[in-house]
């Protein structure tokens, strides 16, 4: 079917306001993965969900971010009180399961642009 | 802590030539290495692995754990190689380490 697919593609908020980023993975992968790609920054791994064990929330940057998984299936992202450097472009991907013989396959991702 | 670098933040190449992209990780343990690549327009997407030990559009890169280093090599860049390079650390983890990415132009 199609590939990991994100929502919104693109996200202008107001410094303060709460956003939510939403991930599709591919139909039958187990594991999800979000990560901030920032300019000269590269790409920073967030959190990561796998079936149904605890995520791995050990790159949160601070309390303003969370996500959840529904169902083992879509993710939402959610930041709380956006500050500008917020800004940058959230990647979310899967892979059928987290064993790192997996190809991990990456949405286009949500740009969100903090003013 | 793992770690993976790439010290180049851009590599510029002339069609035909050599290129070399540099990526060194620390990790104490066996560690799996990738390359992802980002060309313009179009989402992330795995160029290859080490332990495939393949070859891809061209592209080799042999881990050296004396080194610890994983570079991307290949012997006549084209223009359409022209992209963001990531080189990327799985240390018995589930999740990948990325490096911050190099950027190629290869110039006609």
């Known amino acids: 079917g199609a590939g990991v697919s994100q929502s919104p593609s693109n996200k202008v908020t107001e410094k303060g306001k709460d956003v939510e980023l939403r991930c599709d993975p591919i139909s039958g992968h187990t594991a999800l993965y979000w990560y901030r790609q920032s300019l000269g920054q590269g790409l920073e791994f967030l959190i990561y969900?796998?079936?149904?064990?605890?995520?791995?929330k050990s790159g949160l940057p601070s309390d303003r971010f969370s996500a959840e998984r529904t169902g083992g299936s879509v993710s939402t992202l959610t930041i709380q009180r956006t500050q500008q450097e917020d800004s940058a472009v959230y990647l979310c991907?899967?892979?059928?399961?987290?064993?790192?013989?997996?190809?991990?396959?990456f949405g286009e991702g949500s740009w969100l642009t903090v003013v | 802590a793992q770690r993976v670098t790439q010290p180049e933040k851009l590599l510029s190449v002339f069609k035909g030539a050599p290129v070399e992209l540099k990526c060194n990780y620390s990790?104490?343990?066996?560690?799996?290495l990738f390359w992802y690549v980002q060309y313009s327009r179009q989402r992330l997407q795995l160029l290859l692995r080490?332990?495939s030990r393949e070859s891809i559009k061209g592209f080799t890169a042999d881990l050296n754990k004396g080194e610890t280093s994983f570079h991307l090599k290949k012997p006549f860049a084209q223009e359409e190689d022209s992209a963001m390079y990531y080189c990327?650390?799985?240390?018995?983890?589930?999740?990948?380490?990325f490096g911050t990415g190099t950027r190629l132009q290869v110039f006609p």
């Open positions: 991907a899967s892979s059928l399961t987290g064993d790192s013989g997996n190809t991990i396959y």
């Open positions: 969900f796998q079936g149904n064990s605890a995520p791995d």
């Open positions: 990790y104490s343990g066996s560690p799996e």
């Open positions: 990327a650390l799985s240390a018995n983890t589930d999740k990948l380490i």
């Open positions: 080490h332990i």
